[in-house]
Structure formats: C-alpha cells, structure tokens
C-alpha cells in the first residue's frame, strides 16, 4: 500500500532545478514522453506546439535579429573584407610565385655592364664630344653636383632613403591620385624600381613586368647600398636627345660636365625624367623651365634648399639648349670612331681617346667658314665649305666637315673626293724640278694640243715665255700640260703617292689640271710635305688612347719618325714658288701681314670646286667651297671665298705668334748657289758654292723636334755639274739644260709635249729668245 501511495506522488526529475522549457539545450521529459505501463501517457491538449511558439521565441530570439543595426552592418564588413584581403593575398601569393617562377635564379642576377663610352678630348684635355650608346661617361655620386641627387629624390621619390625598394605609402597616394583625378598623374614606382626597370625589362605595360619589377627592386636593396643604387640609376636614366646618365645629358643641353651644374641646372635635368621628349628644352624651353620650378618648390618642401635659394634659380634666365649635336667637332668624333676599331677593336669597356685637335682653333675654323658662306655664299651660290688644318707632322689641329653638323653629318673634309684643279700643279712642278728643271727654266705659254685635248688657260690669254716660276704663280695650265709630259704622268703620280696622296690617279696629260678626285684631308697632308723640308706628314687625329682610369695605354700613334720624301733643294724650291702665288699670283686674297705663305689655288670646270691650299711655318690648311650636288657657282675660283676662308683662319691662329720664315726662307736653291727671287745670287752665298742648308731649319725640327731623317734616306734629284744661274750677258735666266752642238737637248731625247703656238705669239717686247721647246722642236 505504502508503495502504491509514493508512486502516485513521485516526482518528476530536472537537471539544475531549472524549468525544463528554460532551454531548448536542456534535456527534460514531459507527460507525454514518458512510458508508463508500455503506453505512452496522453498528453493534455494544453501542450500542443501552437501554445509553446511564442514562449520559444520570447525565450530566444533568432540569429538574424542579433547585434542589429550600425554596428552589426560595420562587422560584417569587417568580416568580409578579411575574408577578401586573405583571399586576395593567397592570390597575390601566387602571381609572384608564378611569375617568380618563370624569371632566372636569383643566384645568376647581376647588374649588366653599361655600354662603354668613348671620350674624345682635345689637346688640352677638354672634351670634344662623348660617342657611345649613352652619350657621357659615368660618374660617382660624390662627383656629380649636390644639386642633382637631390632634385632626383626631391621630385620622384621623397621616401627613397626610407623605404625598402617599394613605397606603399607611394603606391597609395598614386592611386588615390589617379582615382580622384580620373586619369594618371602619378606613378607609384620608386627610383629602385625604376632603375629595375631599366637595367633588366622591358617597357611593356604588363601585369608579368610589374611583379618581376617588384622582385628585382627588392633584390637591388638587399645587395647594393641606397648610394650605389641612386648612382647607377643617375648613369643610366634617359634625359631627351639620345642622352643617357647626368653627364650626356649636362653636356647636351648645357655644354658642361655635371659636375659643374648649377641648381637651376640640376632642376631642370630632373624634371626631364617625366616627359624626355615633351619637356626637353631644345623643343620647348618654356615647358622644362615650368618643370624646373615643380622641382625646385619640391626640394624646398624637403628641406634641401632655402627659400633664398629658390627664388634664385627662379629668376635665372630660362636655359636655350644648343641644337642637337651641333659643333664642327663632332665631325672629328665621327672620324675618331671610323678610325678607332682598327687600332684597338671593339670597344668593350670605357675609353679616352686624346686628338691632336686644338679646341680654339676649330672654332675659329668654323667661324671662319661661316663668316665666308654668311657673306657671300647665297649671292654666288656657294651652300658648302670645308676645312682642314695640320702641322708639320701631320697632326690635324682643326678640321671642318661642313657648313652646319646639324644640318648634314657628311664629312667633306675627309670623305669626299672632288676633283682638285690647279692645287693639284705643285706636284707636277716637284716631279719636274726632280727630273732637273728648275724654277727659271724657261716654257712657252700658248695655245697647244695634245691628241684632242686643248688645255686653255682660266682667263683664255697667253703669256708667251715665262718662268716656271711664273708659270706657278699664275697658274698656266699649258705650261702644267707640257710639263706633265715632260715629266711623264706615271711620275707625276710616283711623286703625289710619294707625298701623301692615296687616291687613286688616272695616267693622262689632263692630270696636270687636276682632274683625278682626291679628298682635302690627303691634299693638305700632302702640302705639307713642302712645309716641313721634305717630310711625309701622314694626317691623323688619334694620338693616343687609354682606359678610363688611365692605367692602361691600349694605342699610341707612330708619326714621330717620318720617311723623307723631297730633297731639301726641291722642298725649298717650291715653297719659293708657291710663295709667289700668294705674292703676286692669283692667291692674293691669302696674304698674311708679316708672315711668308705659300700655296695654291684651285679651280674645276665651270667653278664647281674651288679650293686654296696653302702654309706658313707653323700650319698648312686646305680650304674647299662648292656644293654638294655639284651644282655650279658663279664664277667662284680658288683665290675667292676658299683664300678669303683661309686668310681668316690663318690670322686668327697665328694671332700672338711671332713670325718665322718657311723652309728655305722663300729663296731659291741651286746647285752652284743660291738665288733670290730675282735670279740673282743671294750676298752669303759666293759664286761656286752651295749654301748649306741646316737641317735645324726644318718645321718638323721647329715643332716637335723629333724628325732625325738625313740627305741620305731620299735619294737627291739628279743635279747637273756646271750650271750657272746667270746668262752671261746678265739678261736674266736662261734654261738650266746644257745644249750639245748637234742642238739637242742634254737630258737625251724628249718626246715634244704636243703641237706648241708659233713663237711669234709671244710679246715682242725684247729679243725672241731660244727657248727649251724651240730645242725640242728644233726651231
């Protein structure tokens, strides 16, 4: 009984004393749960789901209504922006690793060497001009102007002495920037991934460069020092107009080294890095001066320079860059780098080339020339002109290509071959003074053939029996005809070979005239052949060429011991002659107050050449005007505009000179004596004898005092025992050939030049004289 009466009342069991609908987590069982009797017990209609909804949901609100409002909306921005920026990153992740991938080891970058640079400087050490791909050498940062790396860091990359190769502060910014504005105005790379950029990729835009840019910037701080990474990138940056590296580009806009640059200089080559070409000063000057002053108000923002400062550079003028590689000495640049590769190879590292050029007088030879062609030019239809200036060893001291490097980098000094006219006769007188001539034997001037040509003379008058002296000075051409078949044209052309003339010469009588091209550069060696006492001056401009550093001489020039070429006799002899072309021949216009000059001038058909070549002791100079299509100019000879250009020239390089004689002092050398320029025996010289002549006296000794030939290594012309250099009756000269009774001439049989005038066209002034070709002609 007892035991039925508690199991009417047992009571149920809970966990924790709590009610079991507190909680769906709770674990409970009701009525209708439970087992009793294997039934389950009926649960009262009280407990149906309808009547607990409400109390559940009062009990526990849905997930979706917690943490409502603002705050919920932030954290699940939140949320999501963390689950972007993960994936994002795992994203990343994999393009480097992907594009890594596909770039060399690590282990095998290095740094590509820079294009080597030739130096090209003047006799005192000044640069000519810089010829490589990079158009300057490279600098040490402690050798630039302050101004430059700090106008560099200043306006592309403040942060660069901060940041580890990328600037994501930069990268910000720019984007930022470039958002608001709505197209690019900035860019987010630092100088390091520049530099990246430049030394190992392309400049595609791509997403594959951008991240190998990336790599190779974090490379590039890890192994070189924020120092050596903004030098290098100095080096190499590109500044407009084919400059590469601070120091071409200094040089190219300014004339000077970048280590001279002044602020607003440094300014301005800095704000090039944006636009090269868009705000170089030799295409708008306005529009990099308004850049240089962006860069100017940036490096005061960073403390580099003061207001004072600013407003300084400010208010200089606004800098007019020189046009694009102007200067008569770049044509000497292009004829060291012809030449260079056969004395030394290619070119693999830095170089310093020394010339033989002096700097002043190659731009009095370039002004000389323009004053010239600004004068007279247009009026005679004369667009060109060259020059070529050299001393007794052939040492090129100045040399003009044409009229405006800009313009034309043709080099008509050196590689053109024109015909040279009457500048070529020298040689044909040498060769006949040679075979025994001398400058008084005397030739009749008249009208002659040889074959079917007829040499006439420029002014189409005749002379009759002149000197060949004369002859010279006024430029006969039939006495040159005749001479050249006196001589033979084979000899004729043994002795310009001989001289200096390496062109190739067509055998003819119409050589005499100068009709087979030689270029002005072998022209003027040539003369100075004549100016030196007898020594070949091979021209040439390299003297020597060395390392960057100096410590290594990889060519050194040869010319110190020349081979001699004329007897000392025959070298005198002609420099008397030509002396009397500028004296009283047609190179008048050459003249130089108180200084001997010799030379001669040149004309070709219809005055399409006209040339002037001619020396004193110190230089010879080649002049040459014309045009280059051959076209015509009107009536321009060679005592015109080329004597006029080289009187210029001559007076403006021997300004604070004191004069010295030529060789031979102008006086004629004979066998027996020495004759003046009138025949007559000079007063130190007594009748029979031979004045020495001193080999001190020579120009090669004057100049650099290292010619040591003697008499002996040219063998002398054939001399003749006996002659005398007076006729008897003391009436002037009389030919210098001994004439045996039989009437022929003494030198053996000599073919007749061609069909000669009648003597009778001579001036009947004085006595018909017998003359050598009335010998030959047996008149």
Known sequence: MAGRGRSRDRIEPSFGGRDSRDDDDDFALDADDRVAGGRAAKRPASKSPRSRQPERRKRRPPPEREGGGIFGFVRRIVYWCIVLGIWAGIGVTGLVVYYGSRMPSASTWAIPDRPPNVKITAVDGSVIANRGTTGGEALALEEMSPYLPEAIVAIEDRRFYSHFGVDPLGLARAFV??????????????????????????????????????????????????????????????????????????????????????????????????????????????????????????????????????????????????????????????????????????????????????????????????????????????????????????????????????????????????????????????????????????????????????????????????????????????????????????????????????????????????????????????????????????????????????????????????????SETIAANMNAMMMGVIDQGTGKSARLAGWQAAGKTGTTQNSRDALFVGFTSNLTTGVWFGNDDGKPMKKVTGGGLPAKAWQEFMIAAHKGLSPAPLFGSGQFMSDPGTLNGAGQPMASAEPGMQEPVQERTTIGNIISGVFGGSESEYPQAPSRPGRQPLSPSGGGPVPPADVAEDGRYGYGDAVPPGDIGSAEEAPSGRPRRTTLLDLIMGQ
């Open 177 to 566: 920037t470039n958002v608001t504005t709505g197209h690019m105005v900035q860019g987010g790379s630092t100088l390091t991934q520049q530099l990246a950029k430049n030394l190992f990729l392309s400049p595609d835009r791509t997403l594959e460069r951008k991240v190998q840019e990336v790599l190779l910037a974090l490379w590039l701080e890890q192994k070189y020092t924020k120092d050596q990474i903004l030098a290098m990138y100095l080096n190499r940056v590109f500044f407009g107009s084919n400059a590469y590296g601070v120091e071409a580009a200094s040089r190219r806009y300014f004339n000077k080294s970048a280590r001279d640059v002044n602020l607003g200089e440094a300014a301005l080559l800095a704000g090039l890095v944006k636009a090269p070409s868009r705000l170089s000063p030799a295409r708008d000057p306005e529009a990099a001066n308004a850049r240089a002053q962006v860069v100017l108000q940036a490096m005061r923002d960073q403390g580099y320079i003061s207001g004072d400062e600013v407003r300084t550079a400010m208010s200089q003028t606004p800098a007019k860059a020189k046009r694009y590689w102007s200067g008569a000495g770049h044509y000497v640049a292009d004829m060291v780098m012809d030449e260079l590769p056969g004395l030394i190879g290619d070119v693999k590292e830095d170089v310093i080339v020394d010339t033989t050029i002096d700097k002043g007088l190659e731009k009095r030879a370039e002004q000389a020339l323009t004053d010239v062609l600004n004068k007279d030019g247009a009026k005679l239809d004369a667009s060109q002109a060259a020059l070529v200036s050299l001393d007794g060893t052939g040492a090129i001291r100045a040399l003009v290509g044409g009229r405006d490097y800009a313009d034309s980098q043709f080099n008509r000094a050196v590689k053109a071959k024109r015909q040279p006219g009457s500048s070529f006769k020298p040689f044909v007188y040498a060769a006949a003074l040679e075979k025994g001539l001398t400058p008084f034997s005397v030739f009749n001037d008249a009208p002659i053939r040889i074959g079917d040509w007829t040499p006439e003379n420029y002014e189409k008058k005749y002379n009759g029996e002149v000197t060949l002296a004369t002859a010279l000075a006024k430029s006969l051409n039939t006495v040159a005809a005749q001479l050249v078949m006196y001589d033979g044209p084979d000899q004729v052309i043994k002795l310009a070979h001989r001289l200096g003339i390496e062109s190739e010469l067509q055998p003819n009588a119409s050589i005499a005239l100068g009709t087979s091209e030689v270029s002005l550069m072998e022209l003027t060696g040539a003369y100075a052949a004549f100016m030196n006492g007898g020594y070949k001056a091979t021209p040439h401009v390299i003297r020597r060429v060395t390392t960057a550093d100096g410590s290594k001489v990889l060519y050194e020039n040869t010319y110190d011991s020349p081979p001699r070429v004329l």
